[in-house]
């Protein structure tokens, strides 16, 4: 795989820089969704099987901020970000008949999350000895969400599935940090 990375810093005062980013990421499946139940075993209900076809999760990320000091030793900073998350791992279900059903892991979800931080430090000098950081960060997650019986049917019928943006689950619309 190819991870184009791009990050550029530019000064606009001498205490005041706009900072961007730009990259592809990839991330290998946990070795568990490879090789669930290797030797195939069918046990009663509906078993789970690896899949060792898996492509890895692929992330593309833009980052724009601006960081100003206000002090020597008191900073802030803004950074607005988006990542467009493909190839995310989903559970299939396959029926073998009737009722006779199992699962198998697919690339097939996606998601986006879009965000927005913001964080105000200040260092601890040798006449201040405190310092701290606090940072807020407000984003949204959002990804398709299929049903399992979906799947099956889209296949058998030949079309795509239709896919429905819902809140993903690590999802933390706000989220305060300090030091």
Same mark, same amino acid.
């Given at each position: 795989?190819?991870?184009?990375?791009?990050?550029?810093?530019?000064?606009?005062?001498?205490?005041?820089?706009?900072?961007?980013?730009?990259?592809?990421?990839?991330?290998?499946?946990?070795?568990?969704?490879?090789?669930?139940?290797?030797?195939?075993?069918?046990?009663v209900?509906?078993?789970?099987?690896?899949n060792?076809?898996?492509?890895?999760?692929?992330?593309?990320?833009?980052?724009?901020?601006?960081?100003?000091?206000? *002090?020597?030793?008191?900073?802030? @900073?803004?950074?607005?970000?988006?990542? !467009?998350?493909?190839?995310?791992?989903? %559970?299939?279900? =396959?029926?073998i008949?009737?009722?006779?059903?199992?699962?198998?892991?697919?690339?097939?979800?996606y998601?986006?999350?879009?965000?927005?931080?913001?964080?105000?430090?200040?260092?601890?000098?040798?006449?201040?000895?405190?310092?701290?950081?606090?940072?807020?960060?407000?984003?949204? *997650?959002?990804?398709?969400?299929? @049903?399992?019986?979906?799947?099956?049917? !889209?296949?058998?019928?030949?079309?795509? %599935?239709?896919? =429905?943006?819902?809140?993903?689950d690590?999802?933390?619309?706000?989220?305060?940090?300090?030091?």
């Open positions: 795989q190819i991870s184009p990375r791009l990050g550029v810093s530019f000064p606009i005062t001498d205490q005041g820089i706009i900072h961007f980013s730009y990259g592809h990421f990839y991330q290998l499946p946990s070795l568990s969704y490879l090789y669930t139940n290797p030797e195939f075993k069918y046990a209900g509906s078993p789970t099987y690896g060792a076809n898996l492509n890895p999760e692929r992330t593309v990320t833009y980052e724009i901020g601006l960081q100003q000091g206000l *002090s020597d030793n008191v900073a802030f @900073n803004v950074t607005g970000y988006y990542k !467009d998350v493909r190839d995310l791992l989903a %559970s299939q279900q =396959v029926r008949s009737g009722t006779q059903t199992y699962y198998t892991f697919v690339n097939k979800d998601g986006n999350i879009k965000g927005l931080i913001l964080s105000f430090t200040k260092r601890k000098t040798m006449d201040d000895l405190w310092g701290f950081t606090l940072d807020y960060t407000y984003q949204v *997650s959002e990804g398709n969400d299929v @049903n399992s019986d979906a799947f099956f049917l !889209d296949l058998s019928s030949g079309r795509q %599935s239709e896919k =429905v943006p819902v809140l993903l690590w999802d933390k619309s706000h989220q305060i940090n300090s030091t």
